[in-house]
């Protein structure tokens, strides 16, 4: 079992940043990989970053690229999605998530999910 807790959600101006952090408890190991995902009301859940637990392998949605860095810190065993340049349309409730992967990073089928924060980004 993983037990996962976000944090840092808020109110933004578009063009500002925030930075979202997930702290992870229980049995996590090398294999496994921590994602970010967001959802807004009527549509699926959506991928958004991901990084392994070891190594630097990191993966990003298009519409984050350049704007958005996945980082994690093992001595506090957090991973952190900090966003600049928000844009209205990255209004959504973030779900920080975990899965056990071998060698990729998933974009979906995730096994264990936080509670979820809100990110709201004003005009």
């Known amino acids: 079992q993983v037990q996962l807790v976000e944090s840092g959600g808020g109110l933004v101006q578009a063009g500002g940043s925030l930075r979202l952090s997930c702290a992870a408890s229980?049995?996590?190991?090398?294999?496994?990989?921590m994602g970010w995902f967001r959802q807004t009301p009527g549509k699926e859940r959506e991928f958004v970053a991901g990084?392994?637990?070891?190594?630097?392998?990191?993966r990003y949605t298009n519409s984050v690229k350049g704007r958005f860095t996945i980082s994690r810190d093992n001595a506090k065993n957090t991973v952190n999605l900090q966003m600049n340049s928000l844009k209205l349309e990255d209004t959504a409730i973030y779900y920080c998530?975990?899965?056990?992967?071998?060698?990729?990073?998933?974009?979906?089928?995730?096994?264990?999910w936080g509670q979820g924060t809100q990110v709201t980004v004003s005009s």
């Open positions: 998530a975990a899965t056990y992967s071998s060698i990729m990073i998933p974009t979906a089928g995730y096994d264990y």
């Open positions: 229980g049995r996590t190991s090398s294999n496994y990989v």
């Open positions: 990084i392994r637990w070891s190594g630097s392998n990191t």
